[in-house]
C-alpha cells in the first residue's frame, strides 16, 4: 500500500514540476501510468507575497498550515511543499501541523552529502538566499553554503518573480542566471542548489558552469520513495 502525499503548493510552476515528475517518475516504481494518490492545495501565490513583503513568518506559516489541515481532510499520509522560500517558516509549521512533512532543504543537503559535494552556492529569491534555510540545513551535514553578492541576489529575485514564476523564460534572463552560478564556481563552489522550484524548468546540468541540486525534483523523488517505501 502506497502513502497519499499531499503537497502544499505556493507558486504555480513549481508546484506543477513537483506534480508532474512525481507521476512520470513513478512509473518507474509502481508500473506503467501508476503513481500513489497525491493532493494539492493552493491558496493565493499572492497572500504568500503580502506576508514575505511584510517580514510575516507568522502570516506565512498560517498560510502553510491551512493547506495542511485541508489536505489532512483529503486523507494526505505526509506533506510536501515545493517551495524553498516559504521553508523560513518551517519551524512555526511543523509542532502545530496535523501531518508530518519532508523539509526540501534537508532532502536537498542529504543529496549533496551522498554526492560528496562541499561548498554549495545558493541561489533561489532574495527572501530565501538571505535566510538561514539552507546554510543551517547543509551544515548540519558538514558542508558550506556561499550566497551571491547582493546585486546578483536582486538580479535573482527579479528573475525569479517577474518572469518564472509568471512561465516567462527569456534568453536573456537565463544567460543572466548562468553568469550569477558562474561568479560561485570562482569562488570554489563544487556545486550550486537551485533553491527556487522554478529554477530547474530553465537550468540544469546541461547549461548551468556548477553541477545543479534540482530542489524540485529531489523533494519530488524523496517523497515517492517515502510513499513507495523505498
Not at 564556481?185 to 546540468?205: I, K
Request: net charge negative; with cysteine; aromatic share 4%.
Amino acid at each position: 500500500m502506497t502513502l497519499h502525499i499531499g503537497i502544499v503548493a505556493c507558486s504555480a510552476e513549481g508546484a506543477a514540476l513537483c506534480y508532474r515528475t512525481l507521476c512520470s517518475e513513478a512509473a518507474a516504481l509502481l508500473g506503467p501510468h501508476a503513481h500513489p494518490e497525491i493532493s494539492l492545495h493552493s491558496l493565493s501565490l499572492a497572500d504568500y507575497v503580502h506576508c514575505l513583503e511584510r517580514g510575516d513568518l507568522n502570516g506565512v506559516a498560517e498560510l502553510m498550515l491551512n493547506s495542511a489541515h485541508k489536505l489532512a481532510a483529503a486523507g494526505a499520509d505526509f506533506l510536501i511543499c515545493p517551495d524553498n522560500t516559504i521553508h523560513q517558516a518551517f519551524h512555526l509549521v511543523a509542532p502545530r501541523s496535523p501531518r508530518p512533512w519532508q523539509h526540501i532543504a534537508e532532502v536537498v543537503a542529504q543529496a549533496a552529502r551522498q554526492q560528496g559535494y562541499r561548498r554549495l552556492g545558493i541561489t533561489g529569491t532574495r527572501w530565501l538566499v538571505d535566510s538561514e534555510v539552507y546554510p543551517a540545513a547543509l551544515a548540519a551535514h558538514g558542508i558550506d553554503a556561499l550566497r551571491p553578492p547582493g546585486a546578483e541576489r536582486d538580479t535573482l529575485a527579479r528573475i525569479i518573480m517577474d518572469e518564472l514564476v509568471n512561465g516567462v523564460f527569456l534568453p536573456d534572463s537565463v544567460a543572466r542566471l548562468q553568469a550569477v552560478i558562474a561568479g560561485l564556481q570562482t569562488t570554489g563552489c563544487d556545486a550550486v542548489v537551485l533553491g527556487c522550484t522554478e529554477l530547474p524548468l530553465v537550468l540544469s546540468d546541461a547549461n548551468s558552469p556548477l553541477p545543479t541540486l534540482d530542489s524540485t525534483r529531489l523533494l519530488a523523488r524523496a517523497a515517492l520513495a517515502r510513499a513507495v517505501g523505498t
